[in-house]
């Protein structure tokens, strides 16, 4: 059973940093791309960045340029760099990661609140 664990949440004051890391186990595949979800209250789940296996990257508009999304095969795990974090970033952050033939998986999510 593939399993997706996710840390590296927290609080952080506005203008802050934090890295989040997911690494994957239960499985010998590779995955085709891993990646960070993320979702407000009240809000829908919005892709924030993938990697795909092949080292392409895939950024939302609003973290361009503040957040780095990194990723090691051989470990199957996916990190993200969070720089320059506002109130706007606030959210539960769900690593995700796509299979090559079959289903995607999700991880439980971990907690990522920006306040003074």
Not at 12 to 23: A, D, F, Q, T
Not at 53 to 65: H, I, L, M, Q
Not at 105 to 113: C, N, P
């Amino acid at each position: 059973q593939v399993r997706l664990v996710e840390s590296g949440g927290g609080l952080v004051h506005p203008g802050g940093s934090l890295r989040l890391s997911c690494v994957a186990s239960g499985t010998r595949n590779s995955f085709a791309a891993m990646g960070w979800y993320r979702q407000a209250p009240g809000k829908e789940r919005e892709l924030v960045a993938r990697i795909s296996s092949g080292g392409n990257t895939d950024y939302a508009e609003s973290v361009k340029g503040r957040f780095t999304v990194s990723g090691d095969n051989a470990k199957k795990s996916v990190y993200l760099q969070m720089n320059s974090l506002n109130a706007e970033d606030t959210a539960t952050y769900y690593c995700n990661a796509e299979s090559m033939v079959g289903p995607e998986y999700w991880g439980r999510g971990t907690q990522v609140t920006v306040s003074s």
